[in-house]
């Protein structure tokens, strides 16, 4: 079937690849031969990039010959988690040799597109400064913890208003495999909101695997759909909602509240026409799953796809 241009618009490079994470957990070699068929599937256009610890760069790198060219290797690095400020600038000092590095190694063939790492509590806006100067202008999205998500937006929209270019995002951790990982859907849309109302870039890991909020028996919880969670914060910018607005959004279980045409995407009585949504997408970048078949499988169920 043709895929509607709002659709496209909301879920175009919308999923990084996590294949190695739980709870699929594949191991290096296969996950990335699963990504080489993904970039050159039919809906490679809802692809964004290979999530990759920085640890494993050097293991990588026999493994770019799955990729050519025209279909390259788009990674999302990810930094290791630390405890407090002076090893997280250790850490990423670490990492910005190995993404450097390995950057150069196929030019051709592989690129690194943002980093993504763990804040730890202690990080303040003279810390940010130094994280700046250390990976420059590569694209950043910082982790913490949902119950610290607004204030952790707010810092990293005052370091933006600082600087040249905005390249510090937040990344909101949306699920996990059991029910303790999951954040509220208060949660989510006070982040949501917050970085709306700044104009900060965010992104999403974890949870999402499905297109629509469901109770999912293998987590023994409600998990996160991520036409939920994205469609809620491109129309919570557009319209200016309030967190209780979207939290209505991030609950709803019924496709039938969703409406994609090739003019506008609507939730209810909420729209947001499709050149809009494609602006606003532009600030709600991704999200992260372990699964890209799940998704494209749940849309074609939902005849979406």
């Not at 297109?211 to 919880?221: A, G, I, N, S, W």
Request: net charge negative.
């Amino acid at each position: 079937m043709v895929v509607s241009a709002s659709l496209q618009a909301l879920l175009t490079s919308a999923i990084d690849y996590a294949g190695m994470f739980p709870p699929c957990s594949l191991a290096l070699e296969p996950a990335l031969q699963n990504h080489a068929s993904y970039v050159r599937s039919p809906e490679a256009w809802m692809l964004n990039t290979f999530v990759l610890p920085v640890q494993q760069f050097n293991s990588a790198r026999p493994l770019l010959s799955n990729f050519d060219p025209l279909h390259p290797l788009r990674v999302t690095a990810l930094g290791p988690k630390t405890a407090n400020m002076d090893s997280f600038l250790d850490a990423l000092e670490d990492a910005d040799l190995a993404i450097r590095s390995f950057s150069k190694y196929g030019v051709d063939l592989v690129s690194i597109a943002q980093l993504e790492m763990f804040l730890p509590d202690d990080v303040e806006q003279v810390c940010l400064k130094k994280a700046k100067e250390i990976i420059g202008d590569l694209p950043v999205f910082w982790e913490a913890p949902p119950d610290k998500a607004e204030k952790t937006i707010a810092s990293l929209a005052k370091h933006n208003s600082d600087q040249d270019v905005a390249t510090f995002g937040y990344k909101l951790r949306t699920g996990g495999v059991t029910a303790d990982a999951f954040p509220t859907s208060a949660q989510i849309a006070r982040a949501l909101v917050k970085a709306g109302r700044h104009q900060l870039a965010i992104k999403f890991t974890a949870g999402l695997h499905h297109p629509m909020r469901q109770f999912r028996e293998e987590v023994k919880t409600k998990m996160h759909g991520f036409l939920n969670v994205l469609g809620a914060a491109v129309l919570a910018a557009e319209h200016q909602w309030d967190a209780n607005q979207a939290v209505m959004m991030l609950e709803d279980e019924d496709p039938e509240s969703f409406s994609f045409t090739d003019d506008f995407f609507a939730w209810r009585d909420w729209k947001i026409d499709t050149e809009r949504l494609k602006s606003r997408r532009s600030l709600v970048r991704s999200f992260g799953s372990c699964s890209f078949d799940e998704p494209r499988d749940d849309l074609r169920a939902l005849r979406l796809l």
